[in-house]
């Protein structure tokens, strides 16, 4: 079970992001709504392979769910056309609406499943450490670390912060009002701290020689395998006879 | 031509009114060490950053004079080689790292990976920073956990490893506790042992009158006093201006009011010399 | 100067590293917002403050990395990156034509910023989404759907008021940022002279 796991999450970044293209594609190619949300199941399966299952669906769920929903709501019941699907009480569900909502929501379904697998099974630091390899700018890698790792400690201090002014008075519960004039005495001191810092931060990396416009060395690099290659010919494959499939759909009408 | 000279500075950052330091003229030679102390407000911060080169470069405002390190106008050399000729630490240990790493061991490495150094070459030099400051048990702790004077010994281990001829230090120990205070002067000592040029800028007037050979009074942006140590910390003017002087020093005024002929000293060391002379009455009265 | 050259010169090293701060900004406004249950969205404060100082393309990326991370956990974000980007160029323009001085002026950018962003979401609304976007304007949608009018103009219309009071609270707070930061501190930025306040001495002990 160890090496099924590894083998989607070893593959280098860059292939299993053009294996995230190439599924979307397909299910934009590929003719049809049941395809599109089978794709939620695929993804699902390579998921379970790599471990991932529960976040995988987790996020999943919390990404889509209101939101179809809602296209649903908004599409079929909402949107009147002639013909009706079904009656349920004094509620319509119009036959056009219906099928554009599948439609559509079945892209949407397949696009989100796609990018949330690729998060699953590779990290942002591998997946910025190939696109260096590429020739991403390495301050735009520094921005990019720098911010995920500044985000979760802002949100600490904001509750830090949010705590000390509490214990000073600060209202947050009651009505609006009084909930929206807590919302400046928190945020304003942790942007003028944060912001402040950023000038002796400045200085810290001019002092490591982060300007210094040479090539950067990397002691921890990732490299492509066999594997990849192997999978790169498999997407290629793929999307062709996705292709195929659509033609002969049309020449089929 | 001594190994880091200013000549004839006069600075102003962009918002400022008037000169912030003036009339500047340092000569100090290779290997020295040099404390800068001044109250508030005298210059410290702006004359460590015109050394370190982010004055005017990196602060922009207007600049007079010439600042001249190893022979070569410090103008002259690209950001890289400043920052392998010149080291820089500050205050503040919580703005000191660099924010993208996971350990102190690619923290440490950080400034030799941006230099494009060898592999190798970064990975010994990693090795024997982390022994020669002391922090091996450190290196696969998260900077973010660490604490203020962890993070302080960090920073310099990580200044350290590009190997600066030259070491630009201020304040490190303004935010620590004793203990790291200690620890960071240790690693001060050890530099001091390796030859290392250091300007050090401090307010804790005894731990200057033990490491620093030389020292520069600033007031008002100019200088007052330059010396060596002994000579200069025991002047009475340092406590009109707020800076302070040791209380060993003090300690000596007061026993020659009460009319004990001795030489003022500066040190522990020198101090304990100076009572145990007049404890076997070797002092005349 | 070339136009790339002009764009590479707005990202100075310390505008660059106000990104990563400006991002973080742009989160934090988001929960506690949600913390306090306000009804607004409030995460855009940071790239328009990083917008009205350093420029349009700094505000850009901003909004651009924001929505990025974002859809890391939820993808539907990437569809909004357009918009994103749109907050941080208007409020880079904003500054740009000196038009964030006084009250009238801000309101006017308020109101210019809203219909742009009305007007830019709404095809994404309704073409990606059929009109839904999982939110609370979504349930302003269906209640103008119901009473009748088409779905352009039910999106359009509750995108309008969504907007107005989210973006204009948040110009408004990034404004009243850069009006608090130091004259130091915004001197190293493009835009930041018009944010200071007039007649300040600079304290030496700031610096020094």
């Known amino acids: 079970m160890s090496k099924r796991i590894d083998l989607v999450n070893n593959l280098y970044p860059t292939t299993k992001f053009i294996g995230v293209i190439v599924i979307i594609l397909s299910a934009f190619i590929v003719p049809g709504w049941k395809y599109s949300y089978s794709i939620f199941f695929v993804c699902a399966l390579i998921a379970l392979g790599s471990g991932k299952l529960k976040s995988y669906l987790i996020i ?44 559509l929501s079945s892209k949407l379904v397949a696009f989100t499943s796609a990018f949330i697998l690729f998060f699953r099974v590779t990290t942002v630091k591998d997946f910025i450490l190939s696109l260096e390899n590429m020739g991403l700018h390495p301050k735009v890698t520094y921005v990019i670390m720098s911010t995920l790792q500044l985000i979760p400690e802002m949100k600490k201090e904001a509750g830090v912060i949010s705590d000390a002014q509490k214990t000073r008075g600060v209202e947050t519960e009651g009505n609006i009002f009084v909930r929206a004039k807590a919302f400046v005495p928190v945020l304003i001191p942790l942007v003028l701290s944060s912001i402040a810092k950023t000038e002796e931060r400045a200085i810290t990396l001019e002092s490591r020689a982060f300007s210094s416009g040479a090539k950067k060395t990397r002691l921890y690099n990732i490299k492509k395998t066999r594997n990849d290659t192997i999978a790169i010919i498999i997407l290629v494959v793929f999307l062709i006879l996705c292709i195929g499939w659509r033609v002969l759909t049309i020449w089929h009408f | 031509m001594a190994f880091l000279e200013l000549k004839n500075i006069n600075y102003k950052y962009p918002t400022s009114e008037d000169w912030v330091v003036r009339n500047i003229d340092i000569k100090i030679e290779k290997g020295e060490f040099w404390a800068i102390v001044g109250k508030n407000g005298s210059g410290k911060t702006t004359l460590c950053n015109i050394m370190r080169g982010f004055a005017p470069s990196f602060f922009k405002g207007t600049f007079e004079g010439e600042v001249i390190v190893d022979n070569k106008n410090l103008n002259d050399y690209s950001e890289g080689e400043k920052a392998t000729k010149i080291g820089f630490v500050f205050q503040n240990p919580f703005v000191q790292i660099s924010g993208v790493k996971e350990t102190v061991y690619d923290e440490i490495a950080f400034g030799l990976e941006n230099l494009g150094l060898e592999e190798q070459y970064i990975r010994n030099k990693v090795e024997e920073t982390l022994k020669l400051i002391d922090i091996d048990y450190l290196r696969n702790k998260n900077p973010f956990e660490l604490s203020g004077g962890q993070r302080q010994r960090v920073a310099l281990a990580s200044i350290i490893a590009m190997d600066p001829d030259i070491l630009v230090i201020d304040e490190p120990t303004s935010q620590l506790d004793p203990d790291g205070t200690e620890k960071v002067f240790e690693i001060i000592e050890t530099m001091k042992n390796k030859g290392k040029t250091i300007i050090l800028v401090e307010h804790k007037i005894e731990l200057i009158a033990e490491y620093a050979d030389n020292i520069i009074v600033l007031d008002e942006g100019e200088i007052i006093l330059r010396g060596e140590t002994k000579d200069i910390l025991k002047n009475k003017v340092l406590l009109e201006k707020e800076i302070g002087i040791p209380q060993y020093s003090i300690l000596g005024y007061e026993l020659r009011e009460r009319g004990f002929n001795i030489d003022i000293p500066t040190t522990e060391e020198q101090s304990i010399n100076i009572i145990s002379n007049i404890m076997q009455k070797k002092v005349i009265v | 100067m070339s136009f790339i050259t002009k764009v590479k010169n707005d990202f100075t090293l310390i505008s660059v590293l106000l990104i990563p701060v400006a991002v973080a900004i742009n989160f934090v406004g988001f929960q506690l917002a949600q913390a306090l249950k306000l009804p607004m969205y409030l995460d855009s404060i940071g790239t328009m403050l990083v917008g009205l100082i350093a420029g349009p393309w700094v505000g850009a990326a901003t909004g ?19 918009i994103a980007i749109l907050i941080g160029v208007l409020a880079g323009l904003f500054s740009k034509h000196k038009m964030m001085l006084g009250p009238i002026k801000i309101g006017i950018c308020v109101v210019l910023m809203t219909l742009i962003l ?45 907007e107005l009071s989210d973006k204009g609270i948040s110009l408004v707070t990034a404004f009243f940022i850069a009006k608090s930061m130091s004259s130091r501190y915004l001197s190293k930025f493009k835009y930041g002279e018009q944010y200071m306040k007039k007649n300040k001495k600079t304290n030496i002990d700031d610096i020094v």
């Open chain 1, 60 to 103: 999943t769920v919390n990404s889509l769910l209101v939101l179809i929903l809602l296209i649903f709501l908004m599409q079929s019941i909402l949107i009147p056309s002639k013909e009706i699907l079904y009656k349920i009480g004094f509620i319509n569900v119009y036959k056009d609406g219906f099928y554009q909502a599948l439609n």
């Open chain 3, 118 to 162: 009305t007007v830019a979401q709404a095809p994404i609304i309704v073409y990606v989404f059929g009109g839904a976007t999982g939110t609370g304007s979504a349930a302003i949608t269906a209640a103008f759907l119901a009473s009748g009018k088409q779905i352009w103009e039910s999106v359009f219309s509750s995108t309008i008021i969504a």
């Open chain 3, 64 to 82: 651009l990395l924001t929505n990025l991370i974002n859809g890391i956990f939820n993808p539907v974000y990437f569809a909004f990156i357009p």
